[in-house]
């Protein structure tokens, strides 16, 4: 019947529709490619359970950044990885602080694959400074006190970072050429509002 073969050609266009999208999810980027039409990859800077993060340059303005794009690992279902994923682009967002990794833009590879693009740190992970030994007193201290600051204006945004440790924290220097910390990597905070759905719970990996 008519009915029947609506409902046929509706399933198929599901089929390709999924299809299509499963492929793009499987698109690689690489040094040389042009993401949104606007950022130029230079290299890959690192990787994990999340995604990877490229060194990338604005090509209209020639601005160096960071550009993160979601790589899900493991059985982490995509759906879900790319509701974290957007939810550290949006709490990033929110966070405005010298001690907060600045978030500048945010969108789709080939219309699927989130991306969030932030100001590139330059020096080195707090956590890998820590194989070398420990910090000074007055270096932890000031530290300690700048991470206490970041912390306070997530929560000042209704955010609880979650997943402070020193590899969510980087060392770099201001343009007085002060060392300053950098909280990153919002991909788990949670919300003081309750309107951000609890993505810590049993069978998702942090």
Request: include cysteine; charge should be positive.
């Amino acid at each position: 019947t008519e009915r029947k073969t609506q409902l046929e050609r509706r399933e198929k266009l599901m089929e390709d529709f999924r299809a299509w999208r499963n492929r793009k999810r499987d698109v690689q980027i690489r040094p040389g490619d042009l993401v949104a039409q606007r950022y130029q990859v230079t290299r890959i800077l690192g990787e994990g359970g999340m995604g990877r993060v490229y060194e990338a340059v604005h090509q209209p303005l020639g601005r160096r950044v960071a550009l993160k794009v979601l790589e899900p690992k493991g059985k982490m279902d995509p759906q879900e990885a790319s509701r974290r994923f957007e939810r550290e682009a949006k709490a990033a967002c929110r966070v405005s602080h010298p001690s907060v990794v600045e978030v500048l833009d945010y969108g789709f590879v080939e219309g699927v694959k989130p991306f969030i693009v932030m100001e590139l740190l330059e020096g080195h992970n707090l956590g890998d400074i820590l194989t070398q030994g420990p910090l000074p007193p007055h270096k932890a201290c000031r530290y300690a006190s700048q991470i206490a600051y970041g912390i306070a204006a997530a929560h000042d945004a209704g955010l609880i970072h979650r997943d402070i440790k020193p590899d969510n924290l980087h060392l770099v220097r201001d343009a007085r050429g002060e060392e300053r910390i950098k909280i990153i990597d919002f991909g788990i905070a949670k919300s003081f509002s309750g309107m951000d759905e609890d993505l810590t719970r049993p069978g998702v990996t942090l």
